[in-house]
């Protein structure tokens, strides 16, 4: 675990489901840039969920830029990303999103080992963004329309 005095090395860490979330507007608008008008800032964002006694847990997140995954296959948009909230899905129902001063949404997914296989908001499922590729990360994106 301490290879060489540097920390964790990566043989010891285990592959973890990966949650990355396209947030757009009805225009299909990538709301993380912030060349869109109306953009989300992070510190604007607040991803959480409540423990036992309701009290609320900030998940860790960031925000992505754009990558060229293969020659044929672009990711264009930011994308919102957890790498915790699939191993806490596997014990905790529903966590919340909050964009800005607006609505909280209610999040829910199901985990399956490494994958994210469903994601819902406000209990409505979201598409995945390329929904035939099932390499890891890319099949847990998801593209939610605000």
Do not use: R
């Not at 909280?104 to 963004?129: A, D, F, G, Q, R």
């Not at 099949?139 to 329309?145: A, C, D, L």
């Amino acid at each position: 675990m301490d290879v060489g005095g540097g920390g964790l090395c990566a043989c010891s860490l285990m592959p973890q489901p990966i949650l990355s979330l396209l947030i757009k507007n009805s225009a299909n608008a990538d709301l993380l840039n912030s060349a869109t008008v109306g953009y989300f800032d992070k510190s604007k964002i607040q991803f959480y969920y409540k423990d036992a006694n309701n009290v609320i847990k900030q998940l860790n997140f960031g925000i992505s830029q754009p990558f060229t995954y293969t020659n044929d296959l672009k990711v264009t948009d930011y994308q919102l990303v957890s790498y915790e909230i699939g191993t806490l899905a596997k014990s905790i129902d529903t966590f919340y999103l909050k964009l800005g001063d607006g609505m909280v949404y209610e999040v829910k997914l199901k985990v399956n080992n490494t994958i994210i296989e469903k994601l819902m908001i406000n209990n409505v499922e979201l598409s995945k963004e390329f929904p035939t590729i099932n390499t890891s990360p890319i099949n847990s994106i998801y593209t939610f329309k605000i």
